[in-house]
């Protein structure tokens, strides 16, 4: 039962909600408020 839960979070917040639809009510469900990702942008 709880391993069914973990894996539902994991896809609605991170597999869909960050990755395939950038569904930002599901990232928001699963990522902590203080989370932030640091991109390193590259110029051709």
Known sequence: ???KIIV???EECYI???L?????A???????KGFA???K???Y
């Open 1 to 3: 039962m709880e391993e």
């Open 8 to 10: 539902s979070l994991i």
């Open 16 to 18: 869909n909600g960050t």
């Open 20 to 24: 395939n639809e950038m569904h930002t």
């Open 26 to 32: 599901g990232m928001r469900r699963g990522y902590h």
């Open 37 to 39: 990702i640091i991109l």
């Open 41 to 43: 942008m590259m110029i």
